[in-house]
């Protein structure tokens, strides 16, 4: 109870009320929380692995790309001194999109995945194979290069880097072959 002092100096007790507004506005919020938390957890079900699709070498097919882990290599393959093109949208699908993918048929190849970790060439043809057709067909192992230097590994253990210009070299080695790729301004 409050006392409020009055000018001839009486005093008058005075009951505070319960307020009936303040219980609304915590149901309210309770209410918005609640709402919230659905909305989060159904869009993060939205947005997450299609089963639909295979994960292919661990690589699932998911409805949202990622900025987390987000770089991009660029792949040249020649088969008996012919360059073979990188097909577009490797890696996509009506739904979803796996980690390592193409968006255009440049070569780039976009490597975007919740947390940061290293990926392979490997990986990446294995997807094409399972996604899209040209991939060339040959029974020999591919002579890789990374950044112009022959590298020691094979397909499963060459790590795609960031700006990493790699070529697969199937048969005789062409006369100029890349060693540097100059990406787009922000890539």
């Known amino acids: 109870m409050t006392k409020i002092k009055k000018d ?14 303040r219980n609304k506005f915590i149901a ?14 159904t ?8 089963t639909n699709f295979a994960s292919i070498d661990g690589i699932p097919c998911e409805t949202q790309e990622y900025t987390t882990f987000h770089i991009h290599a660029h792949m040249d393959i020649f088969v008996n001194g012919q360059h073979i093109q990188i ?37 990446f043809v294995d997807v094409w194979k399972s996604t899209r057709s040209g991939y060339p067909t040959t029974t020999n192992s591919p002579e890789i290069f990374v950044n112009g230097n022959l590298a020691s590994t094979n397909l499963n253990n060459t790590k795609m880097n960031a700006h990493d210009e790699i070529v697969l070299v199937y048969g005789e080695v062409p006369q100029n072959m890349p060693t540097f790729y100059q990406f787009p301004e922000g890539d």
């Open 8 to 21: 001839n100096d009486r005093s008058k007790e005075i009951k505070a009320k319960p307020s009936s507004g």
């Open 43 to 50: 869009y993060r079900s939205d947005n997450t692995v299609d």
């Open 28 to 41: 309210l919020g309770i209410l918005v929380g609640i709402i919230a938390v659905v909305a989060y957890v």
């Open 87 to 123: 097909p577009a949208q490797i890696g996509l699908e009506n739904t979803c999109l796996y980690w390592l993918h193409t968006h255009t048929p440049d070569g780039i190849v976009h490597i975007e995945s919740p947390k940061k970790r290293d990926f392979t060439i490997g990986q």
